[in-house]
């Protein structure tokens, strides 16, 4: 029997209805778990901020190791797989939120540069604070949490909802000043919409001039694009996010290879294997042994 892969739903028991929750990092890595555990890979239909207040560490994002120490501060964005390391004398706090809780609130542009915050394809997902930048970070969150738990009444998520805001306003300005994002280049809004619309059909569309043709531009127009904002061809764009999806399927997934090939977009399992070696250098099956 096939298992259904770990796929986790925002869910809030003290206010299901709030979009938005804290929990301390401290307080998750201790639970006691019946089901999955937060040490699994799991994918997450929410966004996630992590900011470590103590000790060292290390998680995995998309297959990818980020260790962690004091200072360190975390984006996860929503339907990234990821997963905690089991460690010990860590503390820290963790910022989950629907895209609904934030984003919807926001005119076009804000909501843009908020989710762009989030994208590991703009920016790296990992950031080093200094102990200025940490103060005005924890500052944020304390305030947050006295709202949330202290608080605690009619007004205080749409205090909460205008807090979040500044604090990712802030962090993108601090990205911004380290060069670790992506921002205001030309083709920034194009890009991001090739990008939900690849993450979307990539299992569909393989070549570039399907995706022109659903986006009325130029096959030239795409290569312009994908060059200026993350200096790849629109097709190695396109593989690298047809791979990605295949690796989520292979390790947070117990389908076989050949049904992932299948769920894949592949008629033929040796093209499924070609295609794979060809941009990974690993069969599906060292890779998926691999974790």
Same mark, same amino acid.
């Given at each position: 029997?096939?298992?259904?892969?770990?796929?986790?739903?925002?869910?809030?028991?003290?206010?299901?209805?709030?979009?938005?929750?804290?929990?301390?990092?401290?307080?998750?890595?201790?639970?006691?778990?019946?089901?999955?555990?937060?040490?699994?890979?799991?994918?997450?239909?929410?966004?996630?901020?992590?900011?470590?207040?103590?000790?060292?560490?290390?998680?995995?994002?998309?297959?990818?190791?980020?260790?962690?120490?004091?200072?360190?501060?975390?984006?996860?964005?929503?339907?990234?797989?990821?997963?905690?390391?089991?460690?010990?004398?860590?503390?820290?706090?963790?910022?989950?939120?629907?895209?609904?809780?934030?984003?919807?609130?926001?005119?076009?542009?804000?909501?843009?540069?908020?989710?762009?915050?989030?994208?590991?394809?703009?920016?790296?997902?990992?950031?080093?604070?200094?102990?200025?930048?940490?103060?005005?970070?924890?500052?944020?969150?304390?305030?947050?949490?006295?709202?949330?738990?202290?608080?605690?009444?009619?007004?205080?998520?749409?205090?909460?909802?205008?807090?979040?805001?500044?604090?990712?306003?802030?962090?993108?300005?601090?990205?911004?000043?380290?060069?670790?994002?992506?921002?205001?280049?030309?083709?920034?809004?194009?890009?991001?919409?090739?990008?939900?619309?690849?993450?979307?059909?990539?299992?569909?569309?393989?070549?570039?001039?399907?995706?022109?043709?659903?986006?009325?531009?130029?096959?030239?127009?795409?290569?312009?694009?994908?060059?200026?904002?993350?200096?790849?061809? *629109?097709?190695?764009?396109?593989? !690298?996010?047809? &791979?990605?999806?295949? /690796?989520?399927?292979?390790?947070? %997934?117990? $389908? =076989?290879?050949?049904?992932? *090939?299948?769920?894949?977009?592949? !008629?033929?399992? &040796?093209?499924?294997? /070609?295609?794979?070696?060809?941009? %990974?250098? $690993? =069969?599906?099956?060292?890779?998926?042994?691999?974790?």
């Amino acid at each position: 029997m096939i298992e259904d892969p770990i796929h986790i739903k925002f869910q809030n028991r003290q206010n299901p209805q709030a979009g938005f929750d804290l929990i301390r990092l401290e307080d998750l890595l201790s639970r006691e778990y019946t089901g999955h555990s937060p040490q699994q890979l799991h994918r997450v239909e929410f966004y996630i901020i992590i900011l470590v207040e103590r000790g060292r560490g290390g998680h995995t994002i998309d297959f990818v190791d980020y260790p962690y120490e004091k200072g360190t501060l975390i984006t996860i964005r929503k339907d990234q797989i990821h997963r905690f390391h089991t460690v010990e004398g860590v503390r820290g706090t963790l910022l989950l939120f629907t895209d609904e809780f934030l984003i919807s609130y926001l005119e076009a542009l804000e909501a843009l540069k908020s989710l762009q915050l989030f994208n590991e394809l703009l920016g790296v997902p990992k950031i080093q604070l200094d102990s200025g930048e940490l103060d005005a970070v924890l500052h944020l969150i304390q305030r947050i949490e006295s709202e949330y738990f202290t608080v605690n009444d009619e007004y205080s998520l749409g205090i909460i909802r205008s807090e979040l805001h500044i604090l990712l306003a802030k962090l993108f300005r601090i990205k911004s000043h380290k060069n670790q994002i992506v921002a205001n280049r030309k083709y920034l809004r194009q890009f991001i919409d090739l990008q939900n619309l690849v993450e979307q059909q990539a299992t569909t569309y393989s070549q570039v001039q399907e995706y022109a043709k659903v986006l009325g531009v130029s096959t030239r127009t795409l290569n312009t694009i994908t060059r200026n904002i993350i200096n790849k061809s *629109a097709k190695q764009f396109i593989d !690298d996010i047809h &791979t990605k999806q295949i /690796k989520r399927l292979l390790i947070n %997934t117990e $389908l =076989t290879v050949k049904e992932i *090939a299948f769920e894949s977009g592949f !008629d033929e399992s &040796t093209n499924f294997y /070609k295609y794979f070696k060809r941009q %990974t250098g $690993l =069969t599906p099956e060292q890779f998926r042994s691999s974790f």
